[in-house]
């Protein structure tokens, strides 16, 4: 089993930066590919960014492509969201999931969640 705890969410300006960090405990997390999802109220949680277990693969929702990078460090069982160019429809929960498939963007195919960190962009 794999546990998984988000962090550095917060309140950032129009055209500013954040870096999420995914930090995971628990067996076999270099087994895992990994990936970010986001959820705005009232809306359905949606794919932002996977990466392979090895790090070496990843792949973007098309709104995000260019301004966020998705990376991990499987020394420290840690995986990192980069975002940068933020704007105002970037505002949302992001969580962080483990998939046993490769670079899979489907909500349905992760299998572990993160309780989710804050991130609110103004104008």
């Known amino acids: 089993q794999v546990q998984l705890i988000e962090s550095g969410g917060g309140l950032v300006q129009a055209g500013g930066s954040l870096r999420l960090s995914c930090t995971a405990s628990?067996?076999?997390?270099?087994?895992?590919?990994m990936g970010w999802f986001r959820q705005t109220p009232g809306k359905e949680r949606a794919f932002v960014a996977a990466?392979?277990?090895?790090?070496?693969?990843?792949t973007y929702a098309k709104s995000v492509q260019g301004r966020f990078t998705i990376s991990r460090d499987i020394a420290e069982n840690t995986m990192y969201l980069q975002l940068n160019g933020l704007k105002e429809e970037d505002t949302a929960v992001y969580y962080c999931?483990?998939?046993?498939?490769?670079?899979?963007?489907?909500?349905?195919?992760?299998?572990?969640w993160g309780r989710g960190t804050q991130v609110t962009v103004s104008s």
């Open positions: 999931a483990s998939s046993p498939q490769v670079l899979v963007t489907a909500a349905g195919g992760y299998e572990y």
């Open positions: 628990g067996s076999a997390f270099y087994r895992y590919a």
């Open positions: 990466v392979t277990w090895s790090g070496g693969e990843t």
